[in-house]
């Protein structure tokens, strides 16, 4: 079961933090990943961690400005969302997968596991 929190409103330029909370009792092998739906649009990745090494991808329009990390200790990841732009306004999911490949990673269709929702809205 994933949990995600830190959502809101925030003016251009601005910054929020995401965070998902796992009750996996383990997330090695996993993959977590953050997507975002904009009204009317599809799913878009934004990015993902390998749990075990840490190791981030992000996708060209967050590139620079997102930052997703973990907190093994607390079953957590997060995604630090700086320099916002009302392009960012959406709904943010977190996911996770277990049976990932590098071809899934942006594929929000193979992630099994969905958190609800947060909502991030970016005022002009």
């Keep these: 079961q994933l949990q995600a929190s830190g959502g809101g409103l ?5 910054s929020l933090r995401l965070s998902c909370a796992a009750s996996a009792r383990t997330l090695n092998g996993y993959l977590m990943g953050w997507f975002r739906q904009a009204p009317g649009k599809e799913r878009e990745f934004v990015a993902a961690i390998v749990w075990s090494t840490g190791r981030t991808y992000s996708s060209d329009s967050v590139k620079g400005r997102f930052t997703m990390s973990r907190d093994s200790a607390k079953n957590t990841v997060y995604l630090q969302m700086n320099a916002l732009k009302p392009e960012d306004t959406a709904v943010y999911y977190c996911a996770s997968d277990d049976r990932w490949t590098m071809s899934t990673i942006e594929r929000h269709l193979a ?3 969905w958190g609800q929702g947060t909502l991030v809205t970016v005022s002009s």
């Design 10 to 14: 925030v003016q251009a330029g601005g």
């Design 111 to 113: 992630y099994h596991y």
